[in-house]
């Protein structure tokens, strides 16, 4: 019996990682069993042509590899990862919940192709991680929706806080507000559930996000 895979998805600066560490933690005090995942696999073999992607060794703008090669840099870490990690645990029933997935190669490539591409390239994009590669497809993407102002304040503060300086995909604020756009229309095409990060122009805490994101998720997990 498969079991149950749950996606946060949203542009760079979203939340997702707050939330996912945020529902990971009430899992956990409800003693819920699941197995936790975070793409890329940085320290993994297999995200190698993640990491030069991203650090910019074939070039230093996004786009100077088309979406359809880098997405397939981030599909082969999936495989890896389903094989090694967590496709037994999966395919026995357990509940998989993954920060990230083949759904980040619909928000972070689809802008580099012209708009009325994005559809077409969303379909290839299901069609060779669940039918070619035999990936699960997801049993809900949570889509964190956050306005690019705030996503932008959201990666500065982060920077500030751990010291580090975002990846090509994340200094560029153009890119980011292109990713958003392409994040909406795939939200709205692949059936994803949208939660909106921002109300009255202001962000949400984390908290009320989390309690949101909780509601949804609940009829998932019995
Ligand atoms: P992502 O994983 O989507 O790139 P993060 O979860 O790392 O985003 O969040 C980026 C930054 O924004 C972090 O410093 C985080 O603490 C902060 N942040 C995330 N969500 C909120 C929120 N609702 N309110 C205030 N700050 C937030």
Redo the contacts with the bound molecule.
């Keep these: 019996m498969a079991g149950k895979l749950i996606v946060f998805e ?11 560490a945020r529902l990971c933690r009430r899992l956990e005090e409800e003693g819920r069993p699941f197995h936790r995942i975070v793409f890329p696999q940085y320290k993994e073999p297999s995200s190698a042509l993640v990491r030069m992607y991203l650090g910019g060794e074939f070039g230093a703008h996004p786009g100077d590899v088309n979406a359809y090669a880098a997405s397939t840099f981030f599909a082969v870490d999936r495989f890896a990862s389903y094989r090694k990690v967590w496709g037994d645990y999966y395919r026995e029933g357990g509940l998989v919940l993954a ?1 990230r997935y083949t759904t980040s190669n619909a928000v972070h490539q689809a802008g580099k192709l012209p708009p009325e591409q994005w559809e077409e390239f969303f379909r290839w994009l299901y069609d060779l991680e669940f039918t070619r590669l035999g990936l699960p497809a997801p049993d809900l993407v949570l889509y ?1 929706d ?1 306005p690019t102002p705030q996503a932008v304040e ?2 500065r ?2 920077e500030e ?1 751990t010291h580090t300086h975002g990846d090509i995909h994340e200094v560029d604020t153009a890119y980011l507000a292109t990713c958003r756009q392409a994040a909406l229309l795939a939200a709205r095409t692949l059936g994803w559930t949208a939660v909106p ?1 921002v109300r009255d122009g202001r ?4 908290e009320d ?1 989390h309690e949101e994101i909780w509601d949804i998720l609940s009829p998932h997990l019995t």
Aim: charged share 25%; aromatic share 4%; with cysteine.
């Design positions: 949203g542009t760079d600066g979203s939340g997702k990682s707050t939330q996912f920060d964190l956050m959201n990666l503060r982060r806080a990060c962000l949400r805490p984390v996000i």
